[in-house]
């Protein structure tokens, strides 16, 4: 989720009632907390009025830590160092999921903290900081200067503006190009990458030991977060990691998914995409989100008022040129 379009619909929604989740699918806790061999949580937020971080994660290996994704806000970066210093041991490589700025962010704090570590990530992130990002910085800055960002948003504009400003030391150090199977920090993973998704390309993380795939914004909650995608080839994403032999599923944002949840979230994704690329009223494609992902909504009311958004954003065609190569 990009830019400030999540503030405003939370400022929007900010004199609802916030009903409880309709089942227990609680939020992962925001601090490091272990979920299975060796590897610790760092959950996302998305607080009303601000701008969300991705989950995080830390992977112990013999000789070694890995941490996926860094977040946005600098308290997600220092939880993750938190998490870092509560096993000694030093991490070797960052992987960046995609280049979304929930989940990029940290990477120069973390280099700073550990200057040996290694930024893996797909190339994606280079069109984006002469595309995408250049031009939402443009629009924030003239925002900002026409005092039409709410003031609650403002901190996030800003703090966005100065990790595009950065944008350079965002950039892997090592380039993945088509995934395949290594042994990094005496831990293996096998790296999946997934062209024309989230993003021009995206990481996924197989991790075969654990039956567990870190899918990134693959699978988001409270509704997709289809600013960049392609949603055609998210669609065969969500396929292959349907196939890949996980028991369970971390997604970019929301809890850890069992695979008949994650079953059911693809399956109201993929009707939602039908319903978006359809002629039928929008609405219908909302009211059918509602429903379908009706468990994961997780009694965020904004959910309603992004899938609209999203709704629109599909039928419009802005999104095919992410399909094209
Ligand atoms: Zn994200």
Request: charged share 20%.
């Amino acid at each position: 989720m990009q830019r400030w379009l999540p503030a405003l619909l939370a400022l929007a929604l900010a004199g609802c009632a916030v009903h409880p989740p309709v089942r227990e699918l609680a939020m992962p806790r925001p601090y490091a907390h272990a979920i299975g061999g060796a590897t610790f949580l760092i959950g996302g937020s998305f607080e009303p009025g601000r701008s969300p971080d991705g989950n995080s994660l830390i992977l112990y290996g013999t000789e070694g830590a890995l941490v996926i994704d860094t977040g946005r806000h600098p308290e997600h970066w220092t939880a993750i160092l938190q998490g870092l210093r509560g096993i000694n041991m030093a991490p070797v490589a960052i992987f960046n999921t995609h280049w979304h700025l929930d989940h990029v962010s940290g990477n120069p704090a973390l280099k700073a903290a550990y200057p040996g570590i290694k930024v893996y990530g797909t190339s994606a992130i280079d069109r984006a900081l002469t595309g995408f990002l250049a031009a939402s910085a443009e629009a924030s800055r003239k925002d900002l200067a026409e005092g039409a960002i709410p003031a609650s948003a403002v901190p996030d504009v800003e703090g966005d503006l100065a990790t595009i400003a950065r944008g350079a030391e965002l950039r892997p150090d090592v380039i993945v190009r088509e995934g395949g199977d290594l042994l990094i920090a005496g831990r293996p993973l096998s790296l999946r990458v997934a062209n024309h998704a989230v993003t021009e390309s995206d990481l996924w993380i197989y991790d075969a030991a654990e039956k567990r795939a870190i899918v990134g914004d693959l699978v988001t909650m409270p509704a997709p977060f289809l600013d960049t995608a392609c949603p055609e080839g998210w669609l065969t994403a969500l396929d292959a990691v349907a196939a890949s032999g996980a028991e369970q599923v971390v997604p970019g944002h929301g809890p850890i998914l069992t695979m008949a949840e994650f079953g059911a979230w693809k399956a109201a994704f993929g009707d939602f995409i039908a319903c978006a690329r359809g002629s039928g009223a929008l609405e219908t494609c909302s009211a059918g989100w509602l429903t379908g992902a009706k468990a994961f909504l997780m009694g965020d009311k904004r959910a309603k008022a992004m899938a609209d958004y999203y709704g629109e954003l599909i039928r419009s065609g802005k999104l095919d040129g992410y399909c094209r190569a």
